[in-house]
C-alpha cells in the first residue's frame, strides 16, 4: 500500500475461496476513443481500492444471497446502453436532460443501487475524488462471480462515469425477454465477441432468478410455444408458478437453475434438457451454431469458466465514447 492511506486490517482480509479460480491476465485495453483502461490504473492513485470493494461486498452478500447475481445484472445492462459508464444510476433530473434508464421495462428488477453508493461512499472516504461509479459496478459484478464460486477475472479499471441517462435509449438498446440467439450473436458481436464468448455471456443466467411477467409468453403464446423447446414436466412447474398470461404480481419469481446462488454450469445441463428459463435458452438448445458449445459447457466447467472470463472483459471493458468525469455521488453528475 502507498503511503498516505490508512487502510484498515480488515480490508486486507481474503474473502470467501472461490470454488474453481482462473486468472485472465489483461495488462491495457485501450477501447473507445481517448480512453485507456489498465489493470494498475490506481496503483497510485487509489491503491487499495480492490481491497476496499471486497470488503464492503462481504456483508452484503452474507445478508443478502441473491446480491450477486443481482450485481452481475446490473453490469450488464449498464454496459449494454452507451458503454459501462454508470449510466444506469443516475437519477432522473430534466434540467440537465437526464431521464433514468431505471424507467425502462427493460430494466424491471434491477437491484443493488443503493449498495454501489454505499460502497461509492466507502471509497470517497479513503480515495476521493478517484474512482468512478462505473469502476466500482465492474469491481462488485467481478466479485460476485468469485464469491459464488465462478472464477477469479482480473479485469483493467479506468472507466469514466456518463454524465448523461435516457430511459428511450435503454428501451432501444437492452435486449427484451424474447430476444433468440441471432439477436445475441449480433449484439456481443458488436463487442468483438465470438458465438462461444456470447453463448458463456449467457451462462451468467446461472445465478438469480427469472420473473413471471418474462417467461409468461413462453408458456401461453401458442405462436411463441410451439416452436420452443421445453420438457413437458418443467413447463407444468412453470405454469403451476406463473399460472397466467399476465402475471398477477410483477415480482413473482423462479430460480434459474437448481443451484441458482452458485456460479457453475448447471445452465446448461438445464439448457440441454429443455429445462432452460428464458426464450434463449430454449432458442439455444436447437440453433445448430451453439449446441456444440452448449454441449461443451455442459460437460467442462473449468473450459466454461475460460471463455466466460475472457467475454466479461470484453464486455466490462466497453467504455463510453465520449468519456466522461468521476461522479462524486453516484445518482446525480456533478
Same mark, same amino acid.
Given at each position: 500500500?502507498?503511503?498516505?492511506?490508512?487502510?484498515?486490517?480488515?480490508?486486507?482480509?481474503?474473502?470467501?475461496?472461490?470454488?474453481?479460480?482462473?486468472?485472465?491476465?489483461?495488462?491495457?485495453?485501450?477501447?473507445?476513443?481517448?480512453?485507456?483502461?489498465?489493470?494498475?490504473?490506481?496503483?497510485?492513485?487509489?491503491?487499495?481500492?480492490?481491497?476496499?470493494?471486497?470488503?464492503?461486498?462481504?456483508?452484503?452478500?452474507?445478508?443478502?444471497?441473491?446480491?450477486?447475481?443481482?450485481?452481475?445484472?446490473?453490469?450488464?445492462?449498464?454496459?449494454?446502453?452507451?458503454?459501462?459508464?454508470?449510466?444506469?444510476?443516475?437519477?432522473?433530473?430534466?434540467?440537465?436532460?437526464?431521464?433514468?434508464?431505471?424507467?425502462?421495462?427493460?430494466?424491471?428488477?434491477?437491484?443493488?443501487?443503493?449498495?454501489?453508493?454505499?460502497?461509492?461512499?466507502?471509497?470517497?472516504?479513503?480515495?476521493?475524488?478517484?474512482?468512478?461509479?462505473?469502476?466500482?459496478?465492474?469491481?462488485?459484478?467481478?466479485?460476485?462471480?468469485?464469491?459464488?464460486?465462478?472464477?477469479?477475472?482480473?479485469?483493467?479499471?479506468?472507466?469514466?462515469?456518463?454524465?448523461? /441517462?435516457?430511459? &428511450?435509449?435503454?428501451? *432501444?438498446?437492452?435486449? @427484451?425477454?424474447?430476444?433468440?440467439?441471432?439477436?445475441? +450473436? =449480433?449484439? #456481443?458481436?458488436?463487442?468483438?465477441?465470438?458465438?462461444?464468448?456470447?453463448?458463456?455471456?449467457?451462462?451468467?443466467?446461472?445465478?438469480?432468478?427469472?420473473?413471471?411477467?418474462?417467461?409468461?409468453?413462453?408458456?401461453?403464446?401458442?405462436?411463441?410455444?410451439?416452436?420452443?423447446?421445453?420438457?413437458?414436466?418443467?413447463?407444468?412447474?412453470?405454469?403451476?408458478?406463473?399460472?397466467?398470461?399476465?402475471?398477477?404480481?410483477?415480482?413473482?419469481?423462479?430460480?434459474?437453475?437448481?443451484?441458482?446462488?452458485?456460479?457453475?454450469?448447471?445452465?446448461?445441463?438445464?439448457?440441454?434438457? /429443455?429445462?432452460? &428459463?428464458?426464450?434463449? *435458452?430454449?432458442?439455444? @438448445?436447437?440453433?445448430?451454431?451453439?449446441?456444440?458449445? +452448449? =454441449?461443451? #459447457?455442459?460437460?467442462?466447467?473449468?473450459?466454461?469458466?475460460?471463455?466466460?472470463?475472457?467475454?466479461?472483459?470484453?464486455?466490462?471493458?466497453?467504455?463510453?465514447?465520449?468519456?466522461?468525469?468521476?461522479?462524486?455521488?453516484?445518482?446525480?453528475?456533478?
Amino acid at each position: 500500500m502507498a503511503a498516505g492511506y490508512n487502510i484498515p486490517r480488515s480490508l486486507q482480509l481474503h474473502s470467501v475461496q472461490c470454488a474453481a479460480c482462473i486468472l485472465l491476465l489483461i495488462t491495457a485495453i485501450g477501447i473507445g476513443e481517448g480512453s485507456e483502461l489498465a489493470t494498475d490504473y490506481y496503483k497510485y492513485s487509489c491503491p487499495g481500492l480492490e481491497a476496499i470493494v471486497k470488503d464492503s461486498l462481504l456483508p452484503i452478500f452474507f445478508t443478502d444471497p441473491r446480491s450477486p447475481a443481482g450485481f452481475l445484472r446490473l453490469l450488464f445492462h449498464d454496459c449494454q446502453v452507451q458503454g459501462c459508464d454508470a449510466s444506469i444510476l443516475l437519477e432522473t433530473d430534466y434540467n440537465k436532460g437526464i431521464t433514468s434508464e431505471l424507467l425502462s421495462s427493460r430494466n424491471f428488477g434491477i437491484r443493488n443501487i443503493d449498495s454501489i453508493a454505499k460502497i461509492k461512499s466507502i471509497v470517497e472516504e479513503f480515495c476521493p475524488g478517484q474512482v468512478s461509479c462505473a469502476d466500482i459496478i465492474a469491481l462488485a459484478a467481478r466479485e460476485a462471480v468469485a464469491y459464488s464460486g465462478g472464477p477469479k477475472i482480473v479485469i483493467p479499471l479506468g472507466r469514466k462515469d456518463s454524465t448523461m /441517462g435516457s430511459n &428511450l435509449r435503454a428501451d *432501444d438498446e437492452l435486449p @427484451s425477454a424474447s430476444t433468440g440467439v441471432d439477436d445475441a +450473436v =449480433r449484439i #456481443f458481436m458488436g463487442r468483438e465477441m465470438s458465438i462461444e464468448e456470447t453463448v458463456a455471456l449467457l451462462g451468467a443466467h446461472t445465478l438469480g432468478v427469472g420473473h413471471c411477467i418474462s417467461i409468461a409468453h413462453r408458456l401461453y403464446n401458442s405462436n411463441v410455444n410451439h416452436r420452443e423447446r421445453i420438457d413437458s414436466v418443467f413447463e407444468a412447474y412453470l405454469r403451476l408458478n406463473c399460472p397466467t398470461e399476465v402475471p398477477i404480481t410483477n415480482y413473482t419469481f423462479i430460480v434459474s437453475d437448481l443451484t441458482s446462488l452458485i456460479f457453475d454450469n448447471q445452465y446448461y445441463r438445464d439448457v440441454m434438457s /429443455g429445462r432452460g &428459463l428464458f426464450s434463449i *435458452d430454449s432458442d439455444m @438448445s436447437m440453433d445448430p451454431r451453439t449446441v456444440p458449445i +452448449v =454441449r461443451r #459447457f455442459a460437460e467442462d466447467q473449468a473450459y466454461f469458466f475460460q471463455v466466460f472470463s475472457s467475454a466479461f472483459v470484453k464486455l466490462s471493458s466497453a467504455v463510453n465514447p465520449e468519456g466522461g468525469e468521476i461522479r462524486r455521488e453516484c445518482r446525480r453528475i456533478n
